[in-house]
């Protein structure tokens, strides 16, 4: 299976800041990446899709880049509700795996 | 507005059955891959299975074959999740969740999510 690895496993920052998430791939991906967020006890959201595009009504603080293996998020100007759990995913080889997160808490 | 509202899920014995279902609306059903996608207590997100719209394709983590089985009623705008020889580490909350295509697929709705706990 595609193995998908996210750093840090965690992260500690301040509203305002500017924070940034890798995941990288075991093997060739293109651009079949996913972002997700997600707060316990709610329904996990998707951010970013296909790498890159966002996904319809979120914040366009939330960026994504990469390509092939490397894959970055990038939240900027971090607001309160940015606290949570992120997940990448890889839709080009089932089965679809996840990173295994990285959670965002306040400092 | 999209819903999709789990239920079904509680406490089974190892080796017990247990039955899913996602209700579904705000869309049109029929059009759309689904997926279930499980979290185990203080564990990531993992994909179980996913099913065609006509039911034609459906596929599974290994971890799951030949115990669960993923249907779908697109007349009750529904999906299911039947999950047979249930075993401890099959404990998660399960979420149903629509699948989309553009360019790459990808899970655009997710619902609450249904506690499942086997354990004697």
């Known amino acids: 299976d595609l193995q998908m690895t996210q750093s840090p496993s965690s992260l500690s920052a301040s509203v305002g800041d500017r924070i940034a998430i890798t995941c990288r791939a075991s093997?060739?991906?293109?651009?079949?990446l996913n972002w997700y967020q997600h707060m316990p006890g709610k329904a996990p959201k998707v951010l970013i899709y296909a790498a890159s595009t966002l996904q319809s009504g979120i914040p366009s603080r939330f960026n994504g880049s990469g390509s092939g293996t490397d894959f970055i998020l990038t939240i900027r100007n971090l607001q309160p509700e940015d606290f949570a759990t992120y997940y990448c995913?890889?839709?080009?080889?089932?089965?679809?795996?996840f990173g295994q997160g990285t959670k965002v808490e306040m400092k | 507005e999209v819903q999709l509202v789990e239920s079904g899920g509680g406490l089974v014995q190892p080796g017990g059955s247990l039955r899913l279902s996602c209700a579904a609306s705000g869309f049109t059903f029929s059009n759309y891959w689904m997926s279930w996608v499980r979290q185990a207590p203080g564990k990531g997100l993992e994909w179980v299975a996913n099913?065609?719209?006509?039911?034609?394709?459906?596929f599974y983590v290994d971890s799951v074959k030949g115990r669960f089985t993923i249907s779908r009623d697109n007349a009750k705008n529904s999906l299911y999740l039947q999950m047979n020889s249930l075993r401890a580490e099959d404990t998660a909350l399960y979420y149903c969740?629509?699948?989309?295509?553009?360019?790459?697929?990808?899970?655009?709705?997710w619902g609450q999510g249904i506690l499942v706990t086997v354990s004697s």
């Open positions: 093997q060739n991906i293109n651009s079949c």
């Open positions: 995913q890889q839709t080009c080889n089932l089965p679809w795996t």
């Open positions: 969740a629509r699948v989309d295509y553009r360019n790459r697929w990808y899970q655009s709705y």
């Open positions: 099913i065609k719209p006509d039911e034609s394709d459906k």
